[in-house]
DNA sequence: TATGAATGAGTGTTCATTCAT
DNA sequence: CATGAATGAACACTCATTCAT
């Protein structure tokens, strides 16, 4: 399952678990009923797996329903159609993403750390949620239709936007980064580090089927890490400052 | 229609056409009986269209038929089965692109401008070809199973790889690009830039959708170029040499 | 119908009609909604009729849809595919036969007895199930693969088998059995009596069409059955012993 | 294929083979333009073995075109239809029958004799050709339909029922074979021998499937045979009369 | 809340057969 | 005589969705 940790959003967090209608019989392995909440995120996770791994055409509300053993109309009656949930899942790929964003508080670093901890904990989630990975990619396949549909999601990412703006004008007013009409602003920068980070992801198979190079071996984590650092780096400091001996 | 410039192989290109039974009329797309290349042609590239659209999982085969009013049984006597078909396109999509690479005689030009050059020809085809990207987006979704199939495709890339390498080699005897462990070899550097402008065809439409940015559009395109090209001259040449004034 | 003396599983039998909702008019032969074992049950008969007049690869899932005015949906539903009805149905064919071996107490009849009804239950089953006789050649023709999958079928004939031998057993021991090494053993004897029995109904048609003469006129019953445990007494008998004045 | 020494009806016995055209090129492995009668032969042998393996509905044309990598153009211009084809394959086999029988000269032989090797010589034709067997049961499940068209099927079947009756004839004359209302005729004997016969190849594949033992094998044959020739002689002789010491 | 049964429109594939050359 | 290309109807099977309980 992707991510046991996640919080429920339909069940008090405080809530007394003691206190649960009896229990169903041993051996029964899946989440049984009277817990809605659990069943909500049962279905959800499962079709998070099923549309990463298919996409929204390749996806089978069937293959949801037995990967939960969770009837079909429970789908139906909590994400209404298929469509729905696979709203629903893309949301909850997006809210984990801002959430691991916000973890990052580029603001209390200095510019040139900061710069360096967004080049890798972009790389880090990335790589550690491939799902996320290929339902961005389905989505843009298919026209990122269905992602103009998910509200908050600008919003959400308008404030990643400033924030490395933020990190950009301390950074110039520093003396530190670049500046003047040939200095890439932060859209661009994000376009970047995005491209490096999310092309190593996602067309790792095609990659490793024609040139023989797993680009998500650990074995070039390291050196891939401090070539796309250096590659930002080199591409906003001015000449000659701030780099590490 | 994907590729007008294809060559039809079962028609000589300057063969008399006069004497032929009344061409249909101008415009209609559908190729009339008892031409068999063009018949198989029409599918393929109905295929990649389709295909490219939609996937692999959710293309359809009616549909191809549809676009083409070939009647389905002719798709499975050219082609075998879906997956067959399939392969067929992407295969074709993989040519053109190996064809679009060998146009750039990288050999014949000295290395700071070969790179340069082949910086922009990737860009380039990436995004004339926004079907190439689709279909290889898809195919690396459900682990480039169907890739693995195409003969020929690994000593194809393998050669773009060697032209890299000879580049880079090239560059270092003549003492502009850098040297030792931390210069990046052929393949990563194959990897940077495909990074910067597959990324760019391949996410558009998210990009658009959550930025409001077209990354593809005309507007961005000679800042885009510019900056690539920077960006790897940056991360190839030795400092301060060879750059233009 | 196959067999309109089949239990139905699903209702009682002597279950209270009345409290049902409007009951179809009578004659109208497919079920209506909502009663699963009568569902199953009409397919499964459906399925009989068709796989025993045109083989597995003859028969159509439409037409057994069609004859049920069951949707195709629901035969996959309940059989999975086009295989396992058609074990079904096979299996079917089988269980009536051995509950018809079982009606016959073989056991409890003196040997001689004993073994003129088995010759003759043998024939009037076979008479009576010729969609068993159907099935059976239809497989036979197929290298029997289908029914290699059919679990319980051995121990189920084994058991026949089981119970001849016990037969020729108490007949040794009665002395009216022959012995010895020319004595056939019970597999034999049950290989002779279903060659008659059988060939009498699969080979109807193609000896009607070629000697006029149809194996399973009323009018030759009695002759056959009166030969047919003739032939077999005088096989198994010790000269002399034990034949109807 | 099924019989290489079959009589090539188009082609004159006794025809000068190396006067043939041009030999096609080494390699080319099947029979090659330009000898009709050869073509037709090679179809109608394809056409046996598929549509024995598999019955009227279950053979395929396409697949007795792959078999003889003759075109299916072909077949429809020497047999009109599969239909057509089917029944050419069928008259085929029958007509071997006839011969095989032909071969038998039971007026030749005493009663006794005669009646012995007429039982073992229609066990070793149905052992020796399954293809018939199946082709039979096949038409048998279809209700025989086929058959009916083949002209002279029947005065050809009549030939044999004639023969048998001869036969019994010259046995009661000589005192040695039964006489009066309980003794068999000529077809309730064929009807015997061939139940037998037919039953121990018709339905090899359940029986083996079913009890582990094979009919066909030849460790059980001579038993079979022995037993077989004891029954019938035991059903037609007087008591006591002519058997072997 | 939950379920198993049911549906109709598709979805890949194959059939016997015919056409133009 | 022979061919490869073409067809439309059927074929087994699956889809997202809804109904009765």
Redesign the interface.
């Known amino acids: 399952m992707p991510s046991p940790s996640r919080t429920e959003p339909g069940r008090a967090p405080g809530a007394v678990e003691g206190a649960r209608p009896p229990v169903p019989a041993a051996g029964v392995r899946a989440p049984r009923r009277r817990d809605p909440a659990r069943t909500r995120q049962a279905i959800l996770d499962a079709a998070e797996e099923e549309f990463s791994?298919?996409?929204?055409?390749?996806g089978r509300v069937d293959a949801i329903a037995e990967r939960t053993s969770i009837t079909k109309r429970m789908i139906y009656y909590y994400f209404g159609d298929k469509q729905g949930l696979y709203l629903a899942a893309l949301e909850q790929v997006y809210r984990e993403m801002r959430q691991s964003e916000r973890a990052v508080h580029l603001d209390d670093l200095e510019p040139v750390e900061a710069l360096r901890t967004f080049v890798l904990s972009t790389i880090d989630f990335q790589e550690a949620r491939p799902s996320f990975v290929?339902m961005?990619?389905?989505?843009?396949?298919?026209?990122?239709e269905n992602?103009?549909g998910i509200e908050s999601?600008?919003e959400l990412?308008?404030g990643l936007?400033d924030s490395v703006d933020r990190l950009l004008r301390r950074g110039r007013t520093a003396g530190v980064f670049r500046d003047g009409p040939?200095a890439?602003d932060a859209?661009?920068l994000?376009?970047?580090i995005?491209?490096?980070a999310?092309?190593?992801v996602?067309?790792?198979?095609?990659?490793?089927?024609?040139?023989?190079?797993d680009?998500l071996d650990p074995v070039h984590g390291e050196t891939f890490r401090r070539?796309a650092v250096?590659?930002v780096l080199?591409?906003v400091l001015v000449p000659g400052a701030g780099r590490r001996p």
Chains 1, 2, 3, 4 share one sequence.
């Open positions: 791994e298919r996409g929204f055409l390749g290929r961005v990619s389905f989505e843009n396949t298919l026209g990122a992602i103009a999601l600008r990412n308008a936007v040939d890439p859209l661009e994000h376009q970047l995005s491209s490096l999310f092309y190593r996602s067309n790792r198979a095609t990659f490793r089927e024609i040139f023989d190079h680009m070539r250096a590659l080199d591409h």
